[in-house]
């Protein structure tokens, strides 16, 4: 890669902040697809107590004010959940394995109240590695130098590599040292542990916790130092201690592995598949921080994008993709939640947000990471069907939230009984997975959901007319109208899905594959099927205007010059939810989604059309937002709308000082950063299996040119934009990840 593109992967924290450590810590968020870890202190911070007991209730997460202001520390494996009263199924947040604390001559560290200098954190998103180094300059008057460097490691991804290393630079004195694993924590101030055994020993600790659903998680971690000797902390002690007298100039090492599994893995995890783990990786942590280094880059070498002119863009397109690749996995029993495993707002749910917004960064860099994902939607089948008969409908409905299992997680009713266009949702990311790999056994074994969906759609649309169907009391996208009729984006989707069925089976029928289960045989019902998909209401009117739904010019005008003059706050912080509902204010993009899922049946005219109705009154409350706007932008030509939208989208996690990332990463917004870069600014039009994608670009005046990697077909390429021109030519994994200057 080139200097720029390292530089830029350099996302820094230069001073202690305490407004802000909480959002370093989402945005230093480090993972390995199975396990993932914020970007917490060592050490912790005595004002922020992790084991604070409290009720968090079922707000609207978008508004609510979060609970911890200082730093939540969060421990995550994708599908370890426990049970919420109010918030039902929820990711749950591990013992915390980075605890590693030191006092000098009895003073602890502690960033709020010790005398830090020269202090920098940062994370190197090529690489994954997060380091941090400062001076302490200690109450006693000696000056200690504190370096830390940790991973999660992508080439052993149930292990976690820490090292410490203590200078002395002015003065004497005992430094002692405590460390281990933290099971005294909460998830959402919610107590999830059954059972908690903890013990230790010389050089090693262990934790075993049990999930109120079922699941156990072990941990352990062993502690090499040359300079150090870890005991337990005394008699029956469940954590370690070690301490020394340290000389003048002298530094103290330390390396702690922790490794971690679960009941949950394909051979039951456990301590002794622990022991292994640590025993393989041995005691020398650089070969362990090298082959972390080397996973990284085999990772960047498909996926990198590389823009010229542009160092803020830069940083903020490699965070979107350092971060959905810290994300990617292959375990089908689970997705990528709405935070990416970052945070506890969502709850670990799994939202639309991975169909329309993270499948095509990995359709098209990482075809096994997209099927992966939809796997998942294959696998909780069940758990849709669950859904469909709770509301009294045969067939199959996802999950606006989904849980592991697939059924509906969503604590608030607006979302869950409403927002049902995800259904639909499931169906286009599938068949744009087939369109564009023409995987032919993935359609097959798809069969079952797009049948089953289909048929809760025919029972859940209502005659209105011969020949006319409306689907009523929905939600679509913009969750500022809670409940209508015929929402354009759920309906236009839903003959869509309906479409790609009808499709799929009679392709089924030309490859003899076999039917699955229910009507999709009947033929009445493909007719029923195909009649619906024609006549479903569309409010499309004929000057190009998208109704977002029935009389949505007949809600009241927001007013924002009067209403929401700071603009700094969300509208939805400024409004009663009773006024909201009632106005023409838009959380985000509902109708423009249209033109942004389906390009080429929208002309520019009827593109420019909708967004001079629908901007003035969309807020972007939702990170999923300004990125729809700057790729239809950049389709007319509008560089500098196109450009402050995806500027505004490049601040969601970055603007540190605003909350950023404190709550977890936007993980659909990177996705859609992406698609920004690659769909708006490269102009992609991607390609059907076996054909070469073509490109419009439409750079902003200020890049000198653009590179970007795709998978077409499984052979890596590289794609140069520079002069208004696009270039494609196939690349070896080794020149991809060198450049391409
Ligand atoms: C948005 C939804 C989104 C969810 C999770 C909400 O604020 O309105 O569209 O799916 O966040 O990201």
Redesign the pocket.
Known sequence: MTQDWLDACLLEETAPNAATTKACEGAFTQGSGTLHLRGSLEEGLLAAPQNEAYMRLPAN??IEKPRHPRSKCGTYLPGVTGSHPLLREELVNLPNPLWLAPSFEGERYDLDRCDTRNYRRVLDMATGELTRSFRWHTRSGAVLHCRYRRIVSKARPNLIVQTASYTLETGAGRLAVTAGIDADLRTNGYDHFSRVEQSAEAGACQTLVETDTGDTVYLAARMHSPHLAFVPDGPGGKHLAAETVMAPGQTVTLTKLTAINASRDADGGGFEALARLLNGAGEDAEPLFAENAAAWHDLWAGCAVEIEGDTEAQRAINFSVYHLLRCAHSDPRVAVC?KGFSGEA?FGHF???TEIYLLPFFLHTRPETAKTLLSFRLLTLPGARKNARAYGYPGARYAWESGVDGTEQCPNWQYADHEVHVTADVVYGIWRYWRATGDEAFLRDSLSVLVETADYWLHRVYPAAPGVWHLNGVMG?D?YICLCNNNAYTNTLVAFALECTLEALHLAGKMGWPLPRGPAADEAWRQKAAAVAAGLARNHRPDGLILQCDGFDDYEEPHFSTTWPDRTKLWGSVVSQEKNYRTKAL??ADALMLPFLFPDRYSDASVRKNLDYYLPYTTHD???SAVVHSILFTRLGEAGQAYTLFERAMNIDLDFAGGGAAEGVHI?NCGGLWQAVVLGFGGMVPAEAGQAPEFHPHLPPHWRALRFRLNLGGTPHLVTIRDGAATLEPCSRDATADGGN
């Open positions: 997460v978008t709405a969502y939202f639309w947000d996208p969750e959380k985000q939702s990170s999923l659909a």
